[in-house]
């Protein structure tokens, strides 16, 4: 059975901005940054925390198209985020230690330290590392806001224990 793709692939357009070989999609986000506002409810964030779960017990991935290539850092995001959680945490906690980590300095595709730069394009120039490093500040600021939003929805005290069973998975062996 083959891992579950973007259903944003064919929604890439000319319109879709690329940097490198990754889509800046639209967000439904209230966080400021360069993603242009989406015109529906289900977004790029959306589907990334959809399809977690089920993705994560893939070790490949069959990329094919710029829009799997966001879903798949948003998959990593989202793994390095549970692992950061833990089951005595209350959601105040929690969003201050995810907010942390969504703006702390990140590796971006093309430097050294970056661990999926077999499969991504660094940016060509010094503006388009800007945008994407600023686009996905913004991307990690929202999933990590709507994954505490799932983690916490029955109880504001403890974490949902469906959620933390995947910290120990690595999708593709990977993390960020």
Not at 99 to 128: C, E, M, Q, V, W
Not at 137 to 155: G, M, P, S, V
């Amino acid at each position: 059975m083959p891992a579950y793709h973007s259903t944003f692939l064919g929604e890439e357009s000319q319109d879709t901005r690329t940097i490198g070989n990754l889509s800046l999609l639209p967000l439904n986000t209230k966080y400021r940054g360069p993603a242009f506002e989406s015109n529906s409810d289900y977004d790029i964030i959306e589907e990334t925390l959809d399809l977690f779960r089920a993705n994560s017990f893939f070790k490949n991935f069959e990329i094919k198209g710029n829009a799997d290539r966001l879903l798949i850092y948003g998959i990593l995001f989202t793994s390095d985020c549970l692992s950061k959680i833990s089951k005595t945490m209350s959601h105040k906690e929690s969003t201050r230690v995810l907010n942390n980590l969504s703006l702390d300095n990140f590796a971006l595709p093309g430097d050294i330290s970056f661990p999926l730069n077999s499969l991504y394009l660094p940016p060509k120039t010094r503006s388009d590392a800007d945008l994407l490093r600023s686009y996905l500040t913004q991307f990690r600021q929202e999933l990590a806001e709507r994954l505490l939003n799932r983690i916490y929805k029955d109880d504001s005290n403890i974490p949902s224990k469906y959620w933390l069973s995947f910290t120990k998975r690595k999708f593709m062996n990977k993390s960020l």
